[in-house]
């Protein structure tokens, strides 16, 4: 009790000296537990700008322990900050400043906001989606900076460029032989609309059925926009591709004016049908394959009759069998692709992207060859082919390879299966 | 070999725990060989390998390998192995550890993560200055020295020395982060006037803070004189988001620290109308100050808090129940006498004897479930998810066409309980069995049982249907629904066998209410087979006849509470209770 009492006389007066006191009092535990004690008592009498006339004694080289804390609060009239906070800010202002808080703190926020996000921010309704939508923000904005970065370094190595081959030039500007100009993607998007054109008229449909808006949320109707504009740039550069309709497609609905608005003025000239009708009312059901990854049947062969059909749909909720109970109401042939059959599967969904989908339907129209197809399934989600399928594969190469022999056909399956 | 295991015998107190490994199987005494020669070897990679975690088993692999590579020079490094003993620990370290001993695993830690030692001793700036330099990472110094402060617990003193040190780096100013990672430093040390403090710093230098911080610092001031700030801090902290039930707690413990029991209670009242579910922490602390309040409406309230917990489900946790306990002894005059019982299979207290609230669901309660799980779990707002209309309706009426079923069996479940038995084999078991106590029976199934194969076999499945009722759903159609619509239209006394918990169509009914409803219904109504030995009599574990829920008769209360050391699952209900009852 004693010693307490002695502890507790020194530590009030000789508090801003407390670091002298380390070295030969008590262990930590016990000290702070006094001085915790005693602070809770003592401590709001004591006026806090004391500190820095005392403490201006210690001896030089050593660090002044509550000096820090003067200027900081002296800094009430040098920053001009206001100390009171207005009562009836609105909630957007106190988010900007919520969100500036955050930022000095080194969360994951972005650095500036407008408007817009700040109220998408203030209607989100809990905390745990404020972060989400903040840290989206802040990975975009930092994609953004990190991207104007990049163009600065690659306009300034141009223009480097440019100025070494200014002072070389004069001598090598002689005049060259040359078979065609250089008008290489103007050729090539003609070539691909003729193409394309051609896919209009005789190409095999394949259908992608927009019914899915009310089952997505902005964000997940953003991404299936994204890759259906990838499918679509995939099919286009095909030998052969699909004649692509758009079906149910409400005009001015969610997915129209989305599509529409990233298109811009090349929707109108899309070399695809894009139509409101149902694709039970376009094509006879019988014709008709809906692709689910549901499905009870695995897709065997890819048949060259058929119209297959794909849920422009990205599911991140997780509502299993949505895609399905729509082939059930219709009552529709359903498929899903043997990913099992010839993967080893790890880890994730065994719902691919609409342009991994476009894909593996191309190669299996051009090749016919699942492991060909396959190679479009992103690679962190298998891990490799499994071997059975691998042998019944070259046996059927090796039979198709007298089929074709005997026949003086050549394929492009068969450049394809003999490359390998 | 044997000379090794010679030398282990030199240190048998070293190998107490995993001699015999040592000794056991050809394996892992040629493993520890190889560990040990490698070490040898290169000392230096053992000791780097020798840090990482154990299930680190590619690290081991590599290791084996390498040893492997120097097979001829093994008869000079034995030798050599056996005047390095201190090897031998090493490499029994690296066992102790592969076999998962927790004592060698303690060992192991901490990994040397960070290269700089913690200070422990307020520095000075030439001592911080040569510590930044020594610093070698991508992150910031300061930021990364207070986190690991932070995280080690380290004295206030330091950090503050840490923080003088940059503020004279930087004309006196100290960055928000740090600021806030040393209040979080003092909130932890109860530095209560350090708390005051930062408080003011921060007040003078930011016009509002986030909610971290607001967070620290209510929590800090609270113990103060000024806690009444703590309030207005949470004032500021609701403009911008709800606060968390950890702010609303440390206030409601400020108030009731400070006697305030007003406050308190809006607080409670505040966080309840938030649709906040408050911490068990912050109901115990109403109990525990109540013991010292003598006055009828604290005490209604207190009750209040009782018919909260009843209505949502909850269980006070182990000290929680003793200062229930606590506050009903004390109450004067009324003479309440808690004690901590069990309940037996029929559901009456050990303590008191009396009989536990029946499980059973009201009529209303029973009526609204059906017609939820009808349109929620079966339905769902498109019938083709689950099943389809047609086959809706042919089981709609085939159920009205048989008498209300005892039990409904899930086909598949109970036959593919036992893998190694035939699956119809086993139904037909079980089906035998409960036929025999004249029960109407219902068995559900797909269509796919039907034909014959290996493990669904024709003859069986036959006498199953002379037993049974039986109803077979499309193969690409869901059982578990039909099951639920079943059992819930034969009535109360109809119940079910599945060892499928149902959590998945529990999650499809939209509200907690409901969900309540269902698991109590389910508590109540299903059967699961127990038995492991498929060739035994076929025994049921019994369904509960009571309800675990607190609940009170006026002059007695029963109250389900969680033990500190049992871990419960969200499906599981507590065993032990507290049974409180007057002495009339």
Known sequence: MSIFFKMGFSVTFLRPFTRLLAPFTLTRKRRNLHSAILQRYISPKIPALSYSSKT???????????????TMKSSIEGGGVLTVSNKDEDSLAATRELIEMWRLLGKEVPEHITEEELKTIVECASKSSKKKYLKYLYTKEKLKKAKQVKKKVKAEA??????????????????????????????????????????????????????????????ELNNTISQLLECEGWNRRDVDPFHIYFCSLKVDGVYHTELAKRYGEKWDKLLLTATEKSHVDLFPKNKIIYLTADSPNVMTTFKHDKIYVIGSFVDKDLQPGTS????????????????????????????????????????????????????????????????????????????????????????????????? | MILYLSSFRNFP??????????????????????????????????????????????????????????????????????????????????KRSQVNSPQTQAHALPPVKNTIQLPTKPLNSEEWDKLKEDFKGKANFEDWIISQMAHCHSSVNVAKSLLAWVAAKNNGIVGYNLL??????????????????VYEIMKARYKTLESGGYSLLIRGLIHSDRWREALLLLEDLKKVMIPSKRNYDDCIQGALHHQDVNIAWNLYQELLSNNLVPMLETLKAFFDFGKDIKDDHYSNKLRDILFYLRNNQLYPGESFAHSIKTWFESIPGKQWKGQFATIQKSGQCSGCGRTIESIHLSPEEYDSLKRRIMSDVIDGGDQYKKTTPQELKKF????????????????????KMFPKIRESQFLLDVVSQLAKKNLQLLVLGRKHMLTQGSRWRKDEMKKVQQLAHCFFAEDISEDDPFLLYATLNSGNHC??????????????????????LFFKWQQGHQLVITNRFPGSKISFQHSLSYDTVVQTTGDSWHIPYDEDLVERYSYEVPTKWLCLQQKT
């Open chain 1, 158 to 219: 141009r223009e480097e460029a440019m100025r070494a081959r200014l002072l070389e030039s004069p001598e090598g500007d002689k005049q060259q032989d040359f078979f065609f100009l250089r008008l290489w993607d103007r050729q090539m998007s003609t070539a691909m609309n003729w193409k394309n054109a051609q896919a209009m008229q005789f190409g095999q449909p394949l259908v992608f059925d927009m019914a899915y808006d009310k089952y997505m949320k902005p964000k």
């Open chain 2, 180 to 197: 806030v990672k040393y209040l979080h430093l003092c909130v932890l040390h109860k530095q209560t006037s350090e708390v005051i403090d």
């Open chain 2, 495 to 516: 119940k079910f066998i599945t060892k499928d918990l149902m959590r998945d169509h529990k999650a499809c009914l939209s509200d907690a209410k409901t969900q309540h």
């Open chain 1, 56 to 70: 201006s004694a210690s001896p030089p080289g050593e660090l002044e322990l509550d000096g820090w804390k003067t």
């Open chain 2, 396 to 415: 709609e009426n085939f159920v009205k066409s048989c008498p209300p079923f005892d039990i409904v069996i899930d086909g598949l479940n109970v036959g």
């Open chain 1, 324 to 420: 399905l109970a729509k082939a059930k109401r219709l009552n529709l042939a359903t498929e899903c692709l043997p990913l099992d059959k010839y993967l080893q599967w790890s880890i994730g969904n065994k719902n691919l992207t609409l342009d991994q989908m476009i894909r593996i339907l191309l190669c299996l129209k051009n090749t016919g060859s699942w492991e060909e197809a396959l190679k479009f399934v992103p690679r962190r989600k298998h891990s490799g082919y499994l071997e059975i399928s691998q042998h019944s594969q070259e046996f059927v190469n090796k039979l198709k390879k007298i089929k074709t022999s005997n026949s003086f056909r050549k394929h492009y399956s068969n450049v394809h299966t003999q490359e390998r």
């Open chain 2, 13 to 94: 107190k070293l190998w107490k725990g995993s001699l015999s490994l040592a000794l056991g199987p050809g394996h892992s005494s040629r493993c520890l060989f190889l560990t040990i020669y490698s070490g040898i070897r290169n000392q230096q990679r053992w000791f780097s390998v020798k840090t990482q975690s154990p299930q680190n088993t590619k690290g081991m692999n590599l290791l084996i390998a390498k040893s492997r590579y120097p097979r001829k020079e093994n008869a000079n490094s034995k030798e050599v192995a056996s005047e390095l003993p201190h090897l031998f620990a090493a490499g029994a370290a690296k």
